[in-house]
């Protein structure tokens, strides 16, 4: 039996574990022996094989518990190119979110409004009650600043 499990396992410890195993169930199951349908020797190497069955199925759930409870998993190398490319389009609109909050309240209500909600100058203006002229200027001047942000190289932040 060690020699068995010596030829499916590298560490000694697990050979033991396993040879142990398939005797104490060996021992355990004795009067499932029946002699017509192979020798003592067949019988103890197909308590053997279940043994080792059982180990593998219980090592591979437990690697799956641990990748699990380690929060990752393997990623396919067109997802690893994916995934940097968002990471970099988050990177970029945390900063003009950073840089719309900085604006003058009107601009920043001009922006939201215009570029985000998608209502047309002249709606804006009467929601902001100014005139349309102005909410123009003031987009013209927004973008413009958002612009010269996004431009800008990017300062590392510190966590």
Do not use: N
């Not at 398939?22 to 197909?46: K, N, Q």
């Not at 043994?51 to 998993?73: D, K, S």
């Not at 209500?109 to 709606?123: F, I, N, S």
């Not at 009650?129 to 510190?158: C, D, N, Y």
């Amino acid at each position: 039996m060690t020699a068995y499990f010596a030829r499916r396992s590298t560490d000694p410890q697990t050979v033991a574990d396993l040879t142990a195993d398939t005797f104490v169930e060996a021992i355990t199951s004795y009067t499932s022996f029946d002699p017509r349908r192979g020798t003592e020797r067949a019988w103890l190497f197909g308590i053997a094989r279940r043994v080792f069955a059982e180990h593998c199925e219980a090592h591979a759930r437990a690697r799956e518990r641990t990748a699990r409870l380690a929060g990752r998993r393997e990623l396919a190398a067109d997802h690893v190119g994916e995934l940097l490319d968002r990471i970099d389009a988050e990177r970029v609109g945390r900063r003009l979110v950073t840089e719309l909050t900085r604006l003058p309240a009107l601009d920043r209500q001009a922006v939201e409004l215009v570029d985000l909600a998608g209502l047309k100058a002249k709606e804006a203006a009467g929601v902001l009650g100014i005139s349309p002229g102005a909410v123009r200027m003031r987009l013209m001047r927004a973008r413009a600043r958002l612009r010269r942000a996004h431009e800008r190289p990017e300062v590392e932040e510190t966590p």
